[in-house]
């Protein structure tokens, strides 16, 4: 069988149009794979459910007895273990929950600091 002399082009057209709109949507366009969204949706999540549960680990924070005593350990501890200090101390451990979350201590953290 003969091919017409217009499919070669016709078909290499197609070949590097593919490849470029394929670059081009997930470089520019943000497409992405079924993992990256997954990766994305489950940040996302985590950052929602820390956002949720920081102010009743601030209010538990605030409530204890010897608050200011706390807030200026918090404060003399190093910006990167105060997180840390929180989950020790038992404000991020939720009622009904066994552990502390750690994304909800260090937006407890960011809570208590502002204010």
Request: aromatic share 10%.
């Amino acid at each position: 069988m003969k091919w017409p002399i217009e499919t070669k082009p016709a078909f290499w057209g197609f070949v590097v149009g593919a490849f470029t709109i394929g670059i081009l949507g997930f470089a520019v366009a943000g497409w992405m794979t079924t993992a990256q969204s997954r990766e994305r949706g489950t940040a996302q999540a985590k950052a929602a459910v820390a956002a949720a549960l920081a102010p009743i680990c601030a209010d538990r924070f605030r409530h204890e007895s010897g608050y200011a005593t706390n807030l200026v350990a918090l404060k003399k501890v190093e910006s990167w273990s105060q997180a840390a200090f929180i989950e020790k101390g038992g404000w991020a451990t939720l009622p009904g929950s066994s552990e502390p979350t750690p994304d909800t201590a260090s937006a407890c953290v960011a809570l208590l600091m502002a204010g």
